[in-house]
Each structure stands twice: as C-alpha cells, then as structure tokens.
C-alpha cells in the first residue's frame, strides 16, 4: 500500500472518530452548577409564617456546606429574594455567608430584594454585591457572560422600578439588550436566570409578569436551546415547550427547604440537562415548615419536577 493512500485512510480513520466521539458527553461540553433561590435571609428573631425566618442562616449555611461537597461545581446562582427586608445589614450579612461558598456565585434581583424609597435602591445593590463579592463585576442588575465554550448565561432584572408588588416586569432596554445577545448566540446552549417565571407553576395575577408576552416574542424568535431558571412562586416543578425548558425552583426559607444541583451536557445533535433535589439536612426545620405550608405536596412537586432528566434536541 503506497504512502498517499495510507495517508487517505489514516484521515478517513480520525475524521469517523471524531464524528462519533462528538455525540458522546465530554468534559469540555458539562456545565455544572447549583440554583438556589427565596433564601429570604434575615437577621430577625420572629417568624412569619411558613417562612422560618430566624432560621434562615443555618438554612443557608446547610445548604453551602452540601454544595461545597459537590465536584465540579462551576458556580452557584441566586434567582431572588435573597433577603427577606430590603436593607444594608441584610445584604451584607447574606453575602458574608455566601463568601464561604467554594465556588463563585452570581445574584438574580427579586421583588424582596431592592426598594425604589429606601437605601437599598439597584444602585446601591449593584455597589454592595461589587464589594462584597469578587466575582460581582458588572455595573447593571441585569447581565451576560460565558461560564464555558458553548453557553451563555443570562441574567435578568424583573423587579420593578416603581412601587411595592410582587409582579415582575422587563423594560423594553432591557429586552431589546436581550434580543441583541440572544443574536449573537445561536450556537450557544443559553441559561437564562430571572426571579419571576416566564411560565408560572400555578396561576397568580399578583406574582405573574406584566408583559409576558413580550418576553415570549423577544424568545420566539430563536430556536436553540434555552433554559429558563427562576424562583419566586416556592414551587417545584419543571415544563419543556419546545426548545424552552421552564425550571421554578422552591424557597430555601419555607417548605420543602431545597434547592437544584444541575449538570448539563452540551452534545452534538442535542443537549441534556440532569437536575438532582437537594433538600435540607436540618429535618427538624424542614417538618416544622411542612405543617406550616398549605398544600404542601404541590410545593414539593412530583418525582419528574425533582430528580429527572430532559433532552432538547439540536435543530
């Protein structure tokens, strides 16, 4: 056999390999991360309700010690709420606790986080976070970056600038921003983190957001794969439409007391997203949360809402 034609066939040989191997998971194409949201920290005695707010420092602190146990973890999201009260000592004091994380960690704005009348306005939270936090290095509530080759993550600002209330709204700079950076990555798989589910678990007009339906548009548009990760309704529960997977994720302070591992592996022809439920270690809180919830089953979610995997194929 001359030398061209074993040079044919040792090409022929690597690209039929690489073709194969690119369908397989690999190290490069898995992103690994943690979801907590609606810790609801606070430096009171009292609690309200289902919440255990007195509680909610050992909650945390729970929770950071399971997922600093877990390999691989590339970051640690917060989708809202994370304090309870609006104000400095709050904030300084959960983001004192978060430090202690092992990996890097990002914040989503809920409507319990930031007021329009008091210290605690988006300037002032954009100012605390980038001096409490090292890897807090943008200027907006809202903002972009690439944990890896291949995604792009999205965080979003549903909060209002105007008054008290528990709907989100975007503004329009903000989803024209987010129509240019969905253009710019349509080979990316995209994580998008917003406070407020783009489809809620159940129906409330007094937590749902107001123009929904321009969101939908600015995300209809596109047909990769994209993942929408919020909190704010303590539920969990996780819906596929289309290219769009919908991921609410339950409070940290009330019932169940959990938060999300979630590994995602990012293939040739499609992308697979494996959630694991972590619940509190501290079960005496966790029960003492479940009498307080109403309807604390549907809070909970089924088995495929917790511990489930989904694929979206590539178009």
């Not at 989708?79 to 994380?101: C, F, M, Q, Y």
């Not at 995602?264 to 809180?285: A, H, P, S, Y």
Request: hydrophobic fraction near 35%; include cysteine; glycine fraction near 6%.
């Amino acid at each position: 056999m001359n030398k061209l034609l074993k040079d044919c066939l040792y090409i022929l040989f690597v690209a039929v390999v690489l073709f194969f191997l690119s369908d397989l998971p690999s190290f490069s194409g898995t992103l690994k991360f943690a979801q907590v949201s609606d810790i609801h920290f606070s430096t009171v005695r009292e609690d309200n309700g289902y919440k255990l707010l007195s509680k909610t420092k050992p909650l945390l602190e729970d929770a950071i010690c399971q997922i600093n146990k877990e390999n691989g973890i590339s970051f640690v999201m917060i989708t809202g709420d994370g304090i309870d009260r609006p104000n400095k000592e709050s904030i300084e004091a959960l983001t004192d606790v978060l430090n202690t994380l092992h990996s890097p960690w990002y914040y989503v704005l809920g409507n319990h986080d930031t007021t329009t009348d008091g210290y605690l306005n988006k300037t002032n939270i954009v100012k605390i976070l980038q001096s409490k936090n090292p890897h807090y290095t943008f200027n907006s509530t809202y903002y972009t970056f690439k944990p890896k080759a291949g995604y792009r993550l999205i965080v979003l600002d549903g909060a209002k600038n105007k008054g008290i209330s528990s709907n989100g709204i975007l503004p329009k700079e903000e989803l024209i921003w987010l129509d240019e950076i969905l253009q710019k990555s349509k080979n990316d798989v995209v994580l998008i983190f917003i406070h407020f589910p783009l489809l809620p678990p159940f129906e409330s007009k007094n937590h749902e957001i107001l123009n929904a339906d321009e969101f939908k548009t600015v995300l209809n548009k596109y047909n990769m794969p994209i993942a929408i990760f919020s909190g704010h309704y303590h539920m969990t529960k996780i819906t596929k439409r289309g290219n769009i997977l919908h991921v609410s994720t339950p409070s940290l302070a009330g019932y169940p007391n959990s938060f999300r591992i979630i590994e995602i592996n990012n293939q040739r022809n499609k992308v697979i997203f494996n959630f694991k439920f972590m619940e509190t270690g501290l079960k005496d809180f966790q029960a003492k949360t479940k009498i307080l919830t109403l309807g604390g089953a549907r809070y909970y979610g089924k088995e495929k809402d917790r511990n489930t995997k989904v694929i979206i194929e590539k178009n």
